[in-house]
């Protein structure tokens, strides 16, 4: 039996770097057509970077530089966002099933790193009691600007079925600022990688 | 040689959960363990007390998140026994099928983790992808992946859905082809023998002195298993073997798991033949409704809790995956339990650490903590 | 083994200060004692009746004095056995069984942090569930627990 054939898209040879590139300050998500900064990355390394380096340049001098460099950045970002590998409490399974051969949430681009300072998202995955929450502020504190919290499940949402126990925290939020809530007990990883798309819809609309 | 105290923990790679393993370093030398737990502390057993019988079964589901059928099991026998109830024979058995599927369940977890931290990538998919085989079936009549709140007091909750069986048989088919893929991955690989063999030894003496039950200690050759010992539901109407290594050390706890989700395999085949040729209610008669419902009648929503159950105290003991779990409930008459008390087996396990990793060396650490199989949310309740 | 056979072996090694051997569900007996009877029991129980593994000590507050009890398992009879003994509430003390049961030593650590039963001569009595310096004894009928809102608005008044 042989292996079926991989017809690769090619990256387009023939067309020359235009040196006027259409690059907005909105650039599409994952998944839509026609993404302007992916096409350049198909061109060849030395006909990409003076082309690159006009068009940037350009832009730079038309719009400023915040406005340019921001979008990149962002693109960046929300398309390799990697989660801080750690297990809090039951929501960990899940977020381990995320990782499993089902879901494969690393499509994503969601790396679970174990060092938070390679990390910029954060997933509390689980109950936070008052014994690990000043342990959890000092990793969000070691992870890297610009930095995110996912909030995963109820009982890091605001205590969940624990709400009343005399050594749970109820609510994550009350110990670092939380981007994304996860409803669910725990949630399915359907619901885990639907908010990290939800992030990734926030740092799209980042600003400073 | 100057040494020194290390964290492993509350955030490692290692843990699996959140607990910190101190070490006390002789270069690279294991002198002394201390390991140092209650990160996930939320008091389990005080809620409890707050609680109507019924709503303690939530709280089991979360105390240990990879066999959570299991936990309501335990939970379960004590309270029936606390409030001298007897439940029918179907939902023995239908207990019975869950407690086996969850051990697979739970020893396809710990076969994920602890691959991976020997340094082996592939097998984690491999599991990973096998439990949410159970898990699909777990949803078909639990409805949910995780935590379940199936068991009640009494009996449980619903019956299984038309078809499950035949599902389930393909099922145990894949499971079972796929059981020699996990041991040509694992025990056919030398990498796997050198990274294993002989290491985290513990005996059979020293486990029964510190408390250690469970895969740990039949690996220690011990043929203790509460299902053949003291059998509870139906387990002394199928037939199993106890499975056994002699080596003691992480290869035999490797060797133990695998045999037991075998036999567990065996014993879902024999329950589920049986499941098909027996229809029959799933709850106690003499359960009133209120206390089989999952919520009060309509309209009565006070009668529930005017309630009394007659006092007693339930004890049960059942085997779990991780090892032997107890539970103590206190009935006083009330609607709530007076004081429920729980034994996690991985508590006790956890508590010897000294006993098996004094001695080796500090890349050890992953290999033997993983084949103890750790599961925190029982460890701190 | 039956609580008869069990008060045969004990009654002549601890006297008076056997309360008594009940039928407890599920075990071979439930075996009340004084509790300065406790190293005496511990050694006549795992070296004559054969309960070498501890399974779990726990305590209970009955509000007017205290119970700790422990599980033990035989692995010759195939059996468990609870011992169990009262407290006074003021005075909750009772000697250890880490000495006899090495696995006693966790359990017994738990104990005193939720219930504050002090074991004397505990090798190493510290926190083990709640962080260092936890003051309350949660298991005790008399800690309540309370919605945070709850607490918070309570806070705010003080």
Same mark, same amino acid.
């Given at each position: 039996?042989? /292996? ?28 839509? /057509? /026609? ?22 340049? #350009? ?42 051969a089902r879901w494969d949430a690393e499509r994503f681009g969601v790396v679970p790193r174990s060092s938070p300072r390679q990390c910029d998202v ?8 008052? %014994? ?65 798309? *939800? ?7 980042? %600003?400073? | ?77 004590? #309270? =029936? ?42 097998? @984690? ?12 079936? @777990?949803? #078909? ?17 619903? &019956? ?44 059979? /003496? ?66 589920? &033949?049986?499941? &098909? ?22 309209g009565k929503e006070g009668y529930l809790l005017k309630r009394n159950y007659p ?7 059942? =085997?779990?995956?991780?090892? *032997? ?57 | ?20 051997? *009940? ?60 011992? #169990? ?21 966790? +359990? ?13 001569? +505990? ?25 945070? =809102? ?9």
């Amino acid at each position: 039996m042989t /292996a079926p054939t991989a017809q690769l898209a090619r990256p387009k040879e023939s067309a020359p770097p235009s040196g006027s590139l259409e690059l907005g300050t909105e650039l599409p998500m994952v998944g839509e /057509a /026609a993404v302007p900064f992916l096409e350049i990355e198909t061109l060849r390394a030395k006909e990409f970077i003076p082309a690159a380096k006009e068009a940037l340049g #350009s832009l730079i001098a038309e719009q400023g530089h915040a406005k340019v460099i921001r979008p990149v950045f962002n693109w960046a970002g929300r398309n390799s966002l990697f989660p801080l590998h750690w297990g809090l409490a039951c929501c960990a399974i899940e977020f381990a099933a995320a990782f499993g051969a089902r879901w494969d949430a690393e499509r994503f681009g969601v790396v679970p790193r174990s060092s938070p300072r390679q990390c910029d998202v954060m997933i509390v995955n689980g109950t936070v009691t008052w %014994k690990v929450a000043h342990k959890l502020i000092t990793l969000y504190e070691q992870m890297p600007e610009p930095k995110w919290v996912i909030a995963m499940g109820n009982c890091a949402t605001g205590g969940g079925p624990f709400r009343t126990a005399y050594s749970v925290v109820p609510g994550v939020d009350k110990l670092v600022p939380v981007d994304v809530y996860i409803a669910g007990c725990p949630p399915r990883p359907e619901a885990m990688l639907d908010g990290i798309l *939800e992030l990734e819809k926030l740092i799209r609309e980042r %600003k400073e | 040689m100057s040494e020194m105290w290390v964290n492993m923990g509350p955030q490692h790679p290692m843990t699996h959960g959140l607990w910190n393993l101190r070490v006390l370093l002789d270069g690279e030398l294991i002198r002394d363990v201390d390991p140092e737990v209650g990160y996930l502390h939320r008091g389990i057993e005080k809620i409890s007390e707050d609680r109507h019988y019924n709503e303690v079964i939530t709280l089991m589901d979360r105390c240990c998140y990879v066999a959570g059928l299991t936990w309501e099991h335990l939970y379960i026998i004590a #309270s =029936e026994d606390a409030l001298h109830l007897e439940p029918p024979e179907r939902a023995l058995y239908l207990r019975v099928m869950c407690d086996e599927f969850q051990r697979i369940a739970s020893h396809l977890m710990w076969y994920a983790a602890f691959v991976q931290d020997i340094g082996l990538m592939t097998p @984690f998919l491999y599991g990973m992808r096998d439990r949410d085989l159970i898990l699909d079936l @777990f949803q #078909s009549f639990t409805g949910a992946r995780m935590t379940y709140e199936y068991l009640r007091v009494g009996g449980v909750r619903n &019956d299984l859905p038309p078809g499950f069986t035949d599902h389930t048989r393909k099922v145990l088919d894949w499971l079972t082809a796929r059981f020699v893929d996990y041991d040509k991955l694992c025990l056919g690989s030398d990498i796997f023998h050198k990274r294993c063999d002989n290491l985290g030894v513990l005996k059979a /003496a020293d486990c029964v002195a510190h408390g250690v039950t469970g895969p740990m200690l039949r690996s220690a050759g011990l043929r203790r298993d509460l299902r053949k010992d003291r059998p509870y539901a139906v387990y002394n109407q199928l037939d199993f073997e106890v499975a056994l290594a002699d080596s003691a050390d992480v290869t035999g706890r490797y060797v133990v798991r695998m045999e037991e989700m075998r036999q567990a395999v065996r014993i879902l085949r024999q329950v589920v &033949d049986w499941l &098909d040729h027996h229809p029959g209610p799933v709850m106690a008669e003499q359960v009133p409704r209120w206390l089989g419902a999952p919520y009060a009648p309509v309209g009565k929503e006070g009668y529930l809790l005017k309630r009394n159950y007659p006092k007693g105290v339930g004890f049960s003991s059942v =085997e779990e995956p991780h090892g *032997e779990a107890q539970a103590y409930v206190v009935n006083e008459g009330g609607e709530h339990p007076y004081r429920v008390k729980f034994r996690s087996p991985v508590f006790a396990n956890i508590s010897a650490a000294r006993q098996y990793l004094v001695g080796y060396r500090i890349a050890d650490i992953p290999p033997i903590m993983g084949s103890v199989d750790v599961c925190v949310g029982e460890v701190d309740r | 083994m039956q609580p008869d056979d069990l008060t045969g072996v004990l009654a002549p090694k601890l006297g008076v200060r056997l309360k008594g051997v *009940e039928p407890f569900p599920g075990t071979a007996g439930r075996v009340r004692f004084e509790r300065e009877a406790a190293l005496d029991l511990f050694r006549a129980v795992r070296d004559d009746l054969g309960f070498r593994h501890l399974s779990m000590v726990g305590g209970i507050d009955w509000v007017d004095h205290r119970e700790v009890f422990y599980v033990l398992w035989s692995d010759d009879a195939k059996q468990y056995l609870v011992l #169990s003994t009262d407290v006074p509430a003021d005075d909750p003390r009772v000697e250890t069984a880490s000495s006899v049961w090495p696995s006693a030593n966790w +359990h017994e650590r738990e104990a005193w942090e939720l219930v504050g039963i002090v074991f004397d001569h +505990h090798p190493d009595l510290r926190h083990l569930l709640t962080p260092d310096g936890y003051e309350f004894r949660p298991l005790l009928r008399s800690f309540k627990l309370h919605e945070p =809102e709850e607490l918070e608005v309570k806070a705010r008044h003080v």
